[in-house]
Each structure stands twice: as C-alpha cells, then as structure tokens.
C-alpha cells in the first residue's frame, strides 16, 4: 500500500512492536489530549494491553510500518467495548499515527486493514470515542461510516482541565 512517497505496510502487530508501540502511544499520554492515561507507561506495563489482541479474533491490532525501515507509522485496534457478557458483539476501536506521519493517509489504511480483518468475526457494532476537539479522528471515523451518538461532556480531566468525548458508532 502507497502512502504519501513512502510504501507502507499494514500487518498484526507482535511482541517485538511492544517499545516503538508503547513510545508512539506515550507521546499522546505525554503531549495531548487524546488518551485519558497521564502518565507514560513502560513496554511491560503495556504487554498486557498488547497481548489482548491476537491475530484473530474480534480484538486485533494491526500495525503500520514503513516498507523499508520498518520504523512504525501507526496502529489500530479492536478492544472489548465492556467487560459484561452481553456487550460481546460490540467493539471500541481507536487508531494512533506517529506525530510525523500524519496527514498522510495512514489511519485510512489501518481502519481499511482492521474492519478488513473483523469482517468474518461475530460483532455487530464499533464504538469510538474522540476526546474534544480532534477533527482530523472525526473525519476519519465518519469516512468509515461511524455515526455520531453523543457527548459526554467534561468526561476527563487531564492537562489541569476537563475534556468531552464526542461517541460514535458503525454497524458491522
């Protein structure tokens, strides 16, 4: 897949992505909004988070990387959306792009690679949750069919001040 100049490559993620994952990941906790974490997390605390999403299943996660350096542009992911049992045919899903790789079309190829990937999987809805403002996500998520739902306002409070987060769903 072509992105931009650079030839970009959409995989599972593995065991061997859990640093440059946790350090894509740590630069929002670090600089915005757009994770509720506040703290940065190391490889080991985020192992956990990584082995939740195997290869198959309806909680993946798929990596974007760069064809020749393999340096990681971004990923995406499938996660449960609640623990309870009836919430089983649901998803959230969320997509993270490296700060310098924006802009340039891969949040498209991860969510393309991703439902791609759960479309033979029982499910029956994606959620996404935007923390308030984030454009380029919202333009992203209507584009694959997401609907707004709602607003849970001042939801999070992070950087000294509280934050929405703006729901969106997709039918699967």
Known sequence: MRSGCTEVQVRPGIEDDLKALTDLYNHYVRETPITFDTEPL???????????HPEDGPHR??????????????????????AKPA???????????????????IGTLLYTALFEALAGEDLHRAYAGIAQPNEASTRLH??????????YREVGR???RYWDVAWYEKPL
């Open 87 to 105: 919430y089983g045919t649901s998803v959230e899903t969320t997509v993270y792009v490296a700060p310098y790789a924006g802009r340039r079309g």
């Open 61 to 82: 996660l798929r990596v974007a990387t760069d064809a020749d350096s393999q340096e990681i542009l971004g990923y995406a992911t499938s996660s449960p959306y609640r």
């Open 142 to 151: 209507e584009r694959f069919g997401f609907r707004y739902v709602g607003t």
């Open 42 to 52: 190391t490889p080991e605390e985020r192992r956990p988070w990584l082995l939740s």
């Open 158 to 160: 992070k950087f000294g």
